[in-house]
């Protein structure tokens, strides 16, 4: 005789869930491999390796960070009791699940900023604004708004961190940019630009790429709950009526991101910018992620066009007007684009334009704007005060991959004796003897 199959429909609901968070964690961190790309592809070959540390490092430094204290401080913001707001720690497995989610957006956030300050920063100023990022300044922001706090009480709306991650990311690399200065011959006497271009056209567009696939994580990942359990049945979760939306949205809004980059590129220039393009995909990515789940696809369609038509504009107004030397222009991708994704929200709902919603998403946008800006400004000028802020001019002059790491990343077109940071004897790589190190490699081909 058979007997009714004796299911647990909790565990489940549970397990499925889990599985469908850490997939997607996965795939965010993921996106790392696109940051380094992107970000190595747009400097100098001379500061390739020292673009690629800072992007480990971020990791590394940061999501430790973010557990001892990040994590503890945006509950505490977010209301907890202090107890409460570090239980996590020792909280069992769908807690630390629950943690490593929210990581890799805290991640996310601070791994933008090395992009703006590229070419100039020494790399132990670098981490340690990491370090402040991850322990305080982000965890803030969450503590105001995911955990609970006023802007979450206010109405603040924010599905998957347009402005919570992107745009407190892409402001605070336009104020680390601004107060570090820009790099040596980026700007004339007569305040005229100089266009320093980036090694690697393949890398950035590769690296584009690889954000895009990661942004699926983002958005779609968001919608957390693939199942419910209801008393002795199981039913959908937010995948019943969210996840198509956040995946139709999303991937409208990257394609028009890219379209809208494209038509202002060839309005201003007569030509199609090759990184305007794939920089306006991730413009229209990031104006998309805070509201993907509550837009219509018109909405989509016209967010993602607008965040990607403003990059071209943006970026030429802290250029030449601002006189901001943002390298990878991560402001114009991830800071502008998440302030237009967020207040362009009340305008797309599904339900009809929605004018009450309008305060809200202003006040949290200046909220959180305001935070990221003190907060950075204090702890650059304070590093800056030390002397830590900028490597040498001889540093930069010679590049940061041998003056912060004693590397070349392209030994084979290059001197291959380097000088480390500090170090009056070059260094073979190879374990070589090392010769006189004014010798150029054809000389020593000659003396041979």
Not at 104 to 119: Q, Y
Not at 136 to 157: D, E, K, N, Q, R
Not at 249 to 265: H, K, N, R
Not at 341 to 362: D, E, K, R, Y
Request: glycine share 14%.
């Amino acid at each position: 005789m058979l007997t009714p199959l004796q299911v647990d429909v909790g565990a489940i609901a549970s397990g499925v869930n889990n599985v469908w968070v850490l997939t997607v964690t996965f795939l965010i961190f993921f996106m790392h491999a696109g940051f380094a790309m992107l970000e190595a592809g747009q400097v100098r070959s001379k500061n390739v390796a020292n673009q690629l540390t800072k992007n480990m490092l971020t990791w590394s430094v940061g999501v430790i960070m973010f557990f001892l204290v990040g994590q503890g401080i945006a509950n505490f913001v977010g209301g907890a009791g202090f107890g409460e707001s570090f239980a996590y720690v020792n909280g069992g497995s769908d807690a630390w699940i629950s943690w490593l989610f929210g990581a890799v957006f805290a991640m996310t956030a601070a791994t933008i900023v090395s992009g703006a300050v590229a070419g100039r920063a020494k790399l132990r100023a670098y981490v340690a604004y990491t370090i402040v990022l991850a322990s305080v300044i982000y965890p803030v922001v969450v503590g105001f708004t995911w955990a609970g706090g006023f802007l979450a009480s206010f109405g603040f709306a924010d599905f998957a961190g347009g402005m919570i991650v992107h745009g407190m990311g892409g402001i605070a690399g336009l104020t680390a940019a601004a107060i570090l200065g820009p790099r040596m011959d980026r700007y004339n006497e007569d305040g005229s630009v100089n266009i320093i271009p980036g090694h690697s056209m393949t890398f950035a567009v590769l690296g584009t790429l690889i954000l895009c696939f990661g942004w699926y994580g983002f958005n779609v990942g968001t919608a957390a709950t693939v199942f419910a359990a209801e008393g002795s049945s199981i039913a959908l979760g937010a995948f019943a009526d969210t996840v198509g939306r956040v995946a139709l949205t999303t991937t409208l809004g990257m394609a028009a991101g890219a379209i809208g980059a494209s038509a202002v590129s060839m309005y201003k220039t007569g030509k199609v910018d090759t990184l305007y393009v794939a920089n306006g995909m991730l413009a229209g990515l990031v104006g998309i992620t805070s509201n993907t789940n509550a837009i219509t696809w018109v909405g989509g369609i016209v967010i993602g066009f607008l965040a990607g038509a403003q990059l071209p504009i943006v970026f030429e107004f802290v250029e030449k007007r601002l006189k901001i030397d943002d390298v990878c222009a991560v402001f114009p991708v991830h800071g502008s684009a998440g302030v237009l994704g967020a207040l362009l929200l009340p305008i797309f709902t599904v339900g009809g334009p929605s004018v009450g919603q309008f305060v809200p998403q202003f006040v949290g946008v200046a909220v959180i704007a305001g935070w990221t800006i003190l907060a950075t400004g204090v702890v650059f000028y304070v590093i800056k005060a030390l002397g830590q802020a900028r490597v040498s001019p001889e540093h930069e002059r010679e590049g940061l991959d041998v003056s912060e790491h004693g590397v070349n990343t392209y030994p084979e077109f290059g001197r291959p004796d380097l000088a480390t940071d500090g170090g009056p004897t070059p260094v073979r790589m190879d374990g070589g003897v090392t010769g006189d190190s004014t010798t150029t490699p054809e000389e020593e081909r000659e003396d041979a």
